[in-house]
Nanobody
Framework: QVHLVESGGGLVQPGGSLRLSCAAS????????LGWYRQAPGRQRDLVAT???????NYADSAKGRFTISKDNIKNTVYLQMDSLKPEETTVYYC?????????????WGQGTQDAVSS
């Protein structure tokens, strides 16, 4: 089992920045990749960015150039630096831990953290 706890969400003005954190605990050795997803009201949950244990990153097109995903292996924490935020990015952000393909376990999700981009 992997337990994920997000933090860092809040209210910012358009064009502002937020830095989200997700601390992983439990069976961290079952993690192949960590990632961030977001889900606006009435919409599906979409990928924002992922990072593998080897440091390979993947970004949604809307996040490229503005968002940066990183991790601290000592603290078992993944971060999402979000710059130049837009009002349409007011949503709940979820942390995800993905197991390796050979594992029989399922992925884990955090409880979500709310971001609001508004004047």
């Amino acid at each position: 089992q992997v337990h994920l706890v997000e933090s860092g969400g809040g209210l910012v003005q358009p064009g502002g920045s937020l830095r989200l954190s997700c601390a992983a605990s439990g069976n961290i050795f079952s993690i192949y990749a960590l990632g961030w997803y977001r889900q606006a009201p009435g919409r599906q949950r979409d990928l924002v960015a992922t990072i593998t244990n080897g440091g390979i990153t993947n970004y949604a097109d809307s996040a490229k150039g503005r968002f940066t995903i990183s991790k601290d292996n000592i603290k078992n924490t993944v971060y999402l630096q979000m710059d130049s935020l837009k009002p349409e990015e007011t949503t709940v952000y979820y942390c995800n831990a993905q197991p390796p393909a050979w594992a029989s376990t399922h992925s884990s999700w955090g409880q979500g953290t709310q971001d609001a981009v508004s004047s």
